[in-house]
Antibody
Framework: EVRLVESGGGLVQPGGSLRLSCAAS????????MAWVRQAPGKGLEWVAY????????NYVDSVRGRFSISRDNGKNSLYLQMNSLRVEDTAVYYC?????????WGQGTMVTVSS | DVVMTQSPLSLPVTLGQPASISCRSS???????????LNWFQQRPGQSPRRLVYRVSNRDSGVPDRFSGSGSGTDFTLKISRVEAEDVGVYYCMQGTHWPYTFGQGTKLDIK
């Protein structure tokens, strides 16, 4: 059974930082493109970033480029999202997903709240 | 960015009746490999999204056959042949052809 378990969310002040983690199991993590997708409270879904199997390719949506950094550790079957210079508009549930062109598996999400 | 436009945004349906959701993209979704990366997701209340259909018309394992996807180019449709109570939720189309990948606004399906 595929499992994606996110952690690291919480309340942070504007301008602060958080690091999200996603622990993957049930599939060969090193074979898969991985990504983060977010959903603001009561809103729709928005792509954040993706990363290739060997980290040789990454991409970001314009609104987070230069502030967020996606990475992975294939030895630990883990995906990460380092979020710096957080803004109120980054408040959302952040989902870890597998397979970027059509995410077949989603985690339960971790809530990030940016507020003073 | 590719804009995905869904209609309707609200879809009240009687149990056992069919339902249809349209999704139009602002650009062709045909990728250089010949595939169109158009997907459909269901998000039930309080749950994470679940993929129902990938690459326009391929139903995921475990998805009831009352769900079907169709379309080409810029015009796509998700159909539910007979709506059941468990189908209540928000449905999203998503394109995975052009970065940034984008979702439609969502269509909220509920029971009349």
């Amino acid at each position: 059974e595929v499992r994606l378990v996110e952690s690291g969310g919480g309340l942070v002040q504007p301008g602060g930082s958080l690091r999200l983690s996603c622990a993957a199991s049930g599939f060969t993590f090193s074979d898969e493109w991985m990504a983060w997708v977010r959903q603001a409270p009561g809103k729709g879904l928005e792509w954040v970033a993706y990363i290739k199997q060997d980290e040789s390719a990454q991409n970001y949506v314009d609104s987070v480029r230069g502030r967020f950094s996606i990475s992975r550790d294939n030895g630990k079957n883990s995906l990460y999202l380092q979020m710096n210079s957080l803004r109120v508009e980054d408040t959302a549930v952040y989902y870890c997903v597998r397979d970027v062109r059509g995410p077949r598996d989603w985690g339960q999400g971790t809530m990030v709240t940016v507020s003073s | 960015d590719v804009v995905m436009t869904q209609s309707p945004l609200s879809l009240p349906v009687t149990l056992g009746q069919p339902a249809s959701i349209s999704c139009r993209s602002s650009q062709s979704l045909v990728y250089s490999d010949g595939n169109s990366y158009l997907n459909w997701f269901q998000q039930r209340p309080g749950q994470s999204p679940r993929r129902l259909v990938y690459r326009v018309s391929n139903r995921d394992s475990g998805v009831p056959d009352r769900f079907s996807g169709s379309g080409s180019g810029t015009d796509f449709t998700l159909k539910i042949s007979r709506v059941e109570a468990e189908d209540v939720g928000v449905y999203y189309c998503m394109q995975g052809t052009h970065w940034p990948y984008t979702f439609g606004q969502g269509t909220k399906l509920d029971i009349k």
